[in-house]
């Protein structure tokens, strides 16, 4: 549950866990708030029930950006973007999440904790949370998202 506003919505499945441990390690050194939804442990959960939780975050306005990880990053992606107020972008690498925020006004990472290190997570996050929405010609395009 999502107390107050805070800076990221952040959850993760099992495989997902300990690069989301590091990522919340590294977002309170730089300063960041965070409600984090779990899960908890390495124990096996399902997806939907953390991207849930931090998509709604979002969408409702209590969290600027969400942060998602699963083992692929897809599971959390496709439920993420289930909520019309979501852009989840998968993002494997930094240039992948500055075009994210940059064209396509991302407003929730999806990380397939799986396949990049805990050092390529972190420069994806930093991209990422310092990359702004260019607007412009994009900006009729993210207009079409929604039905």
């Known amino acids: 549950m999502i107390e107050k506003e805070k800076d990221f919505a952040i959850g993760c499945d099992h495989a997902g866990y ?3 441990e590091i990522i919340k390690k590294h977002l309170e050194d730089k300063g960041f708030t965070f409600n984090d939804v779990g899960t908890y442990s390495e124990a096996s959960v399902d997806y939907p029930d953390y991207a849930h939780p931090v998509a709604k975050a979002v969408e409702d306005g209590l969290c600027k950006l969400g942060i998602l990880i699963c083992g692929s990053g897809n599971g959390v992606c496709i439920t993420a973007n289930k909520h019309q ?4 972008a998968l993002c494997w690498n930094a240039e992948i999440a500055a075009l994210a ?12 904790a799986r396949y990049i290190s805990s050092g390529q997570a972190i420069d994806i996050m930093d991209t990422f949370i310092n990359t702004e929405f260019e607007g412009g010609r994009h ?9």
């Open 18 to 20: 300990i690069l989301k």
């Open 139 to 147: 900006e009729k395009r993210v207009e079409k998202i929604p039905l």
């Open 85 to 88: 107020g979501i852009r989840a």
């Open 101 to 112: 925020r940059k064209h396509n006004d991302a407003n929730v990472i999806c990380l397939p």
